[in-house]
């Protein structure tokens, strides 16, 4: 795995994260903590991450049953964990549907049918609808040869996109939830990935102006990422967003050899962790951000519990927050996701693998 690649993974969970503190805020009143409203544009980033790693993996040569085999046991395991953990407590809640759950747990959009809006049972699930919708179209493209793959994923994405006027008149929900723009950010990190196997293929990923532009790049990507001012929200997400994405990622991978160089152990880390931390950030945040939590931390640092997340500095909530969902993340990813990913890998190869072929019977 890229180095770059880690270190955009850890940046991207860590602006979803620091979104998600953002819209906790509107709970407790917590001045300063908008700085994190461009944040959930994080996911634009994985997008386009997703869609350049689905191209290099594959480059030479991949079976369609194996790669779809291998993406469904990275994805779906801890997926399906917190989604259970989630529905457990929207069954104590008393607002738990089962066809919801089991249209969640297949990654099949539905209307929540308690809160009209398109999201699966677990909220951040949405993101691995669209993720698992194109690991089918890729899978459907590795039966194709090279040179007409790109092309014949990127036509059925870029047509699902053209398509969404007649999705909105039909307002039937699959089409009206895979006809977003977002879904284009998945064949921006394809282009990205061609792009960069050919320039390593002739040795032209390294050097002082490979260095120069894939700074200029991420600079220019972040601003138009994160500086919301510049950003006109009648644009489609996915060349609001989309766009300044690719230029992230795409000017961090020409940064490659320079973080291959001197990896930094702890944005290897976040990286490694980013995708745990991206599914357990919302069971973190309903814990420190909560009175009841405040009741118990609180008083062990000799502090007082009444109204102390009301009074606490934004930063240090915002530090608290951000420090414990990034720590959880890592630990989930190492105890947990691993482990859970190595046992139903192992299960599903085992089924998988052809059965010997009998003895032949003994002559009489």
Known sequence: MLVSIQYLRAIAAFLVVGHHFHVSQTTFDWPGVRIWEQGEYGVDVFFVISGFIMWVTTADGASPANFLRRRLTRIAPLYWLTTIVSASADLARGSFSIIFLAASLFFIPMRDPFFGDIAPMYPVGWTLNFEMAFYLIFTLGLFLNRGKRFWAIAGVLILGAALAPLAASTNATPALFYTRSIILEFVYGM??????????????????????????????????????????????????????????????????????????????????????????????????????????????????????????????????????????????????????????????????????????????
């Open 191 to 364: 282009a990205i990935a061609r792009a960069f196997i050919a320039l390593r293929d002739q040795g032209w990923a390294h050097g002082r102006v490979a260095a120069i532009v894939g700074l200029a790049a991420v600079g220019v990507g972040a601003i138009a990422l994160l500086a919301p001012v510049l950003v006109d929200d009648a644009i489609p997400r996915g060349f609001r967003a989309g766009l300044p994405a690719m230029l992230i990622v795409a000017g961090g991978v020409a940064l490659e050899p320079w973080a291959k160089a001197g990896p930094v152990r702890l944005f290897v880390t976040l990286g490694d962790a980013s995708y745990a931390t991206y599914l357990t950030h919302l069971f973190v945040i309903r814990v420190v951000a909560s009175p009841a939590m405040a009741g118990v931390i609180f008083p062990a640092f000799g502090l007082p519990a009444t109204a102390a997340l009301a009074a606490a500095p934004t930063i240090v909530m915002m530090v608290a927050y951000l420090a414990a969902a990034h720590v959880i993340g890592i630990l989930v990813h190492r105890h947990v996701e691993t482990p859970l990913n190595t046992f139903v890998r192992q299960r599903v190869d085992l089924r998988s693998r052809p059965r010997p072929a009998a003895p032949p019977p003994e002559a009489a």
